[in-house]
């Protein structure tokens, strides 16, 4: 059967609707719970009602990679939490569309070129052993969430904003807590009127973005008056083909919100959970250890040792499985279409999430176990659908700077683990807490335990 002929197509079933009421009333139920039951008891593609509207959950690669690349004009994100971002985001790449979208992509893209992204592996790793030191003297435990946070907002100021942010990692940390809470909270109950409100409420949320923009500001003002080599002076440098206009300050601080922020927590929440599974799985943090010390010998990893880490990089891809940040794709119907030999109509939504095919059993041995392993098999990568996978997501909005927090991942974990062993003072798992990101709840508090290594490391020469 032609899995797109209309001819042929069904419609799908799916679970009894989800009321306004129950909406409003705050009822909240487990992510992953009510997707799994969804796919196990419906099938792939699965249809019901949500506050009225028909939302469509679509949980198989071959749907997942008709939505968001073969069919990808089709499903737009004028979908009411794309809305929501926007209060934040504004029309930055995460949130904007069309030809804009491309305008900005295309301009921002050549910061990521494999070249460049080699040249900020110095910084990286350089940031890492800043806090390897200040790690050497904690007395009591930490919290990884505030760690990894602080370390990946200095990566991304230093890396490509040119501008030295550390000194504000606490106050960013503080108003995205808020933010973050606040846009899951009035997703999730359809409180989709603007944060105008003179109620206590409505004025954290104000508070908490104007202080975001006024660090964002404070950037665009550090670099206009200093340009650089970074992806920041080459936004505010790139002229429109047609006007030969620039961006103005508020487009360059749609931009620069957007990659301060889904830049640094992505990765903070991705590495806050690899601490997690390493101190939960002793045997794979012994695998990671063994790498590290033959490979690395104690000195500072750099981009050339990146092809000889493949455990340590197999860590972060099975955290990433297991833990996607960016738990749920939203996409808007504009014409009637077919997916998987179901009818999906104008006008609904379609829902994705890669913490449900990440987990599909007709992808994954094992899916629910914590196997790094999975990822030296280089024959069964090949023989999984590509969109079986998609922590990033997949097809022309793929995250433009994936391969940006792959390689942080990697040597922040690298330099990292070769010399302490963090263990969490609370054993066990976290529990997962579904806002904007899928991320630990609680603070992960761990207590730092030193690894002796051959020498002290050294932070490689930039460049």
């Not at 249809?47 to 990679?65: E, P, Q």
């Not at 040597?411 to 010399?419: C, P, S």
């Not at 904007?436 to 030193?450: N, W």
Request: with cysteine; proline share 6%; aromatic share 8%.
């Amino acid at each position: 059967m032609n899995v797109t002929d209309p001819s042929s197509a069904r419609e799908a079933t799916g679970p009894a609707p989800v009321s306004l009421w129950s909406v409003l009333r705050g009822k909240r139920v487990d992510p992953l719970e009510r997707w799994t039951s969804i796919r196990e008891q419906h099938g792939d593609v699965a249809r019901y009602r949500y506050t009225g509207a028909d939302t469509y959950f679509i949980s198989s690669a071959d749907g997942v990679k008709r939505v968001l690349q073969d069919n990808v004009g089709n499903y737009t994100k004028e979908h009411g939490s794309y809305q929501m971002l926007r209060r934040l985001f504004g029309n930055g790449l995460l949130t904007s569309e069309g030809s804009f979208w491309l305008r900005q992509r295309r301009l921002a893209q050549p910061a990521f070129h494999r070249q460049r992204l080699a040249a900020m592996a110095g910084p990286m790793t350089a940031a890492a052993l800043e806090v390897a030191t200040r790690w050497e003297a904690a007395t009591g435990p930490l919290s990884m969430m505030r760690e990894m946070s602080a370390l990946t907002l200095r990566v991304v100021g230093d890396a490509l904003f040119g501008v030295a942010l550390a000194e504000k990692a606490a106050t960013v940390a503080a108003a995205w807590d808020v933010l973050n809470t606040q846009l899951a909270e009035r997703f999730s109950t359809k409180r989709l009127i603007p944060p105008v409100l003179p109620t206590a409420y409505d004025r954290a949320f104000r508070e908490a973005r104007r202080t975001l923009f006024t660090v964002v500001d404070e950037i665009i003002r550090a670099r206009r008056a200093r340009p650089g080599d970074d992806l920041l002076s080459m936004l505010m440098e790139a002229r429109d083909e047609d006007t030969g206009e620039g961006m103005t300050d508020a487009q360059l601080r749609d931009e620069i919100i957007t990659l301060l922020l889904a830049g640094h927590e992505t990765t903070a929440v991705a590495l806050t959970w690899v601490w997690a599974r390493l101190d939960a799985h002793a045997e794979v943090a012994m695998a990671l250890h063994d790498e590290l010390d033959r490979v690395l010998a104690g000195r500072a990893p750099t981009a050339d040792d990146l092809p000889r880490l493949p455990v340590t990089r197999a860590v972060i891809q099975e955290t990433l499985r297991l833990h996607p940040p960016a738990y749920i794709l939203s996409r808007r119907v504009k014409a009637d279409d077919v997916v998987c030999g179901f009818q999906v109509h104008a006008g609904g939504t379609v829902v994705m999430s890669p913490l449900i095919l990440h987990r599909h059993p007709a992808y994954w041995e094992r899916p629910e176990a914590f196997v790094p392993e999975r990822w030296l098999d280089a024959e069964a990568e090949k023989q999984r659908p590509k969109f079986a996978y998609l922590p990033f997501s997949l097809g022309p909005r793929q995250c433009i700077g994936n391969s940006f927090s792959l390689m942080e991942s990697t040597l922040i974990l690298a330099a990292l683990a070769q010399r302490f062993t963090p263990a969490q003072v609370e054993r066990g798992l976290p529990k997962t807490e579904y806002l904007v990101l899928a991320r630990p709840a609680g603070p992960v508090s761990c207590t730092i335990a030193s690894r002796p290594v051959q020498r002290l490391c050294r932070a490689p020469t930039p460049g």
